[in-house]
């Protein structure tokens, strides 16, 4: 939604989905195939990736360097998930750093810093020195934003969203984790701290969602029109 609505005002915006698009198609139907073959080329894809990104070491050194920064600060339990959480950090990686490049607005659903938080829990043993150092050298959104729901809607988000996964789907998908929430509130605290802009927005029915794109609009258009007047300074124009 916000990116629809930054478009039509005019801004280049684009959107870095984490989801995937199969799941939407129901198990039954005219398309059950496609649906059914989503796992295998879900795997596939994911082992492509990792394969491209160990071939070609020198290309992708930065995602490399800080997957293997944020996993060695905050590593999963098991040998599985540290290598599904690489080659998702490698990939978000690649797209945060293109997106740099472009000069666009980028709006990603899952940021490094969600990993962040991701990897707090898989970990079992974050601190705020981990916390600290992580935040202070990974790549941070000009914005970050987090937003709240209620706990009934979530888990009816979650409910509804596992029963379009497959069995196999279901054994590569992450867990929600009561002790998310506090931890991504921590993570909020200090980048609020370390004077990193953070909008708390929330979602809990329609006037509320509204509101809170209404601000995070406001907020993307002034920092995006901030930056443009800088490099135009910066380029002497």
């Keep these: 939604m916000l990116a629809a609505r930054l ?4 801004y280049d915006t684009v959107l870095w989905h984490s989801s995937r698009p199969t799941e939407l198609v129901p198990l039954r139907g005219p398309d059950r195939l496609t649906r059914q073959l989503a796992p295998i080329r879900r795997m596939r ?11 070609h070491p020198l290309a992708n050194a930065e995602q490399i360097a800080l997957a293997n920064r944020m996993l060695k600060t905050l590593p999963p339990r098991g040998i599985l998930t540290r290598l599904r959480e690489a080659q998702y950090i490698c990939r978000m990686a690649q797209a945060w750093y293109g997106a740099a490049r472009l000069g666009r607005i980028t709006i990603f659903d899952q940021g490094l810093v969600q990993e962040l938080c991701s990897l707090a829990i898989l970990s079992g043993h974050a601190d705020v020195a981990s916390l600290v150092t992580l935040l202070e050298s ?3 959104a000009q914005l970050s934003v987090l937003v709240s729901v209620s706990p009934t809607l979530l888990k009816k988000r979650t409910i509804e969203r596992l029963s379009r996964l497959q069995l196999i789907e279901r054994f590569f998908e992450r867990r929600d984790r009561p002790d998310f929430v506090p931890v991504a509130h921590q993570l909020r605290d200090l980048l609020v701290r370390s004077g990193h802009p953070v909008l708390c927005a929330c979602s809990v029915d329609d006037p509320s969602t509204e509101s809170s794109l209404e601000r995070i ?21």
């Design 7 to 10: 478009n039509a005002q005019g």
């Design 45 to 55: 894809r994911s082992v492509a990736e990792t394969l491209s990104i160990v071939r």
């Design 138 to 140: 990974i790549p941070l």
């Design 217 to 237: 609009e406001q907020e993307v258009v002034r920092q995006y029109r901030s930056a443009q007047h800088q490099e135009l300074r910066r380029s002497g124009g």
